[in-house]
Structure formats: structure tokens, C-alpha cells
């Protein structure tokens, strides 16, 4: 079965916790379930670009180790600066397509070897592309599914911002009979808000699956 297109189209401007970014690359990889992940390269004007990981409908901020600065590995634990993070599992990912400037650069392998480690800090990957003889480390932060948004999304949550602010606004005024009278229209803003809210919701839900 044919994986899904990324999310995130060549180019496309997306927002990253409300900062524009542009997608200046990606790499897509089939897991054992036949699951995809996609790696996104961020880009911005003057800044550093940002790895961004897609699986199952959850982000991960990736951030790699420099080399001067790997971790010390030991079977199944990695220490960095005194904290111990333990091996929860090891995906094989194979090479399904990539487009621009994947993160890391052009694959030169067609399966990678990720094990993903949990401590109290959070997690780090340990990965190894077949062939090769240097492992990689990366740091996942989680991210909220709210950070990373379309240029339509992000449009539509302001919209139903405004909507939600407007309808505050006019119970807020004044009161009595006056309130009373616009209660058809904050009733019409609220439901407009909603709607806008759900198609937001159901597009994001549509797009991952």
C-alpha cells in the first residue's frame, strides 16, 4: 500500500509556534507497520533551520548532537551530562521518498536503524543508517499539534479567535434588555466560531490519516 503525501508540500509556508517557516525539504520513511514518518527541514530568514519529525499524527523537535558532543552510549543506556535515558524500542525505518533538502542531507542508505530512548528529560534517538560505521544522537522534544500549522490553519484559528473575542465582547456590553436583544447574534458568533474550530480540527485529522 502507497503511503499517504506528506503533510507539508515542497516550499509550502508553514508556522512553527506562530514563526513563519518554509519547508525546504523532506524525507519520508515506511516503518515495519507500514506506517510513514516524514522529516521536515524548517527554514527561516536569518536563523538556523529546525528538523521536525511526523509520525502517526505527532511532531517530535529533532536537534542533533554535535560531534565533539556525543553521548556515551552502553548497551541500552545513553548518559548525557549525568542523565541516563533507557532503549523503549528500535525502528526500522526503509527509505521511501525525499524531496529538496531533506534534513541530514540526500539519504545515502536505504534503511535506517533508530532506537528511541526514554529518561526524565525526555527522549533521544540513536540511529545508524545501513552501511554505515558513525551512529547519529538527536534530541525528540514533543510538540503540541497546535505549533504546526498551515498557512490556512493558522488563518482559520485567528478567525475563530476574532469570532470568540467578538461574541465576549457584545455579552460583556452593557446588560438587561440590551443583552437580551443580541443574544441572536452571540449565539450566530459562537456557532461560527465552532464550526470553524471543527472544520480546523476534522482538516488536521484528514490530512494525517
Do not use: H
Request: overall charge neutral; cysteine-free.
Amino acid at each position: 500500500m502507497a503511503l499517504a503525501a506528506p503533510r507539508f508540500r515542497l516550499d509550502e509556508e508553514i508556522f512553527f509556534a506562530g514563526k513563519p517557516m518554509r519547508v525546504a525539504g523532506w524525507v519520508q520513511y515506511e516503518d515495519a507497520t507500514s506506517l510513514a514518518l516524514t522529516r521536515y527541514l524548517l527554514a527561516e530568514a536569518g536563523g538556523a533551520p529546525l528538523t521536525l519529525e511526523e509520525s502517526d499524527g505527532n511532531f517530535f523537535l529533532l536537534r542533533p548532537f554535535a560531534a565533539g558532543a556525543q553521548p556515551a552510549a552502553a548497551g541500552r543506556t545513553i548518559s548525557v551530562m549525568n542523565q541516563k535515558y533507557v532503549l523503549r524500542g528500535v525502528r526500522k525505518l526503509k527509505l521511501a521518498a525525499s524531496a529538496g533538502q531533506p534534513p541530514g542531507g540526500m539519504p545515502k542508505a536505504e534503511l535506517l536503524v533508530s532506537g528511541v530512548f526514554e529518561g526524565e528529560m525526555g527522549y533521544l534517538l540513536r540511529e545508524l543508517p545501513a552501511g554505515a560505521s558513525m551512529q547519529i544522537f538527536f534530541s525528540a522534544k514533543p510538540v503540541a499539534a497546535g505549533d504546526v500549522l498551515s498557512g490556512e490553519q493558522l488563518a482559520a484559528a485567528r478567525e475563530a479567535e476574532r469570532l470568540a473575542a467578538e461574541a465576549r465582547a457584545l455579552a460583556e456590553d452593557d446588560g438587561g434588555d440590551s443583552a437580551k436583544g443580541k443574544a441572536p447574534q452571540i449565539a450566530a458568533l459562537a456557532i461560527a466560531g465552532i464550526l470553524i474550530l471543527v472544520g480546523l480540527a476534522y482538516a488536521y485529522f484528514n490530512q494525517a490519516n
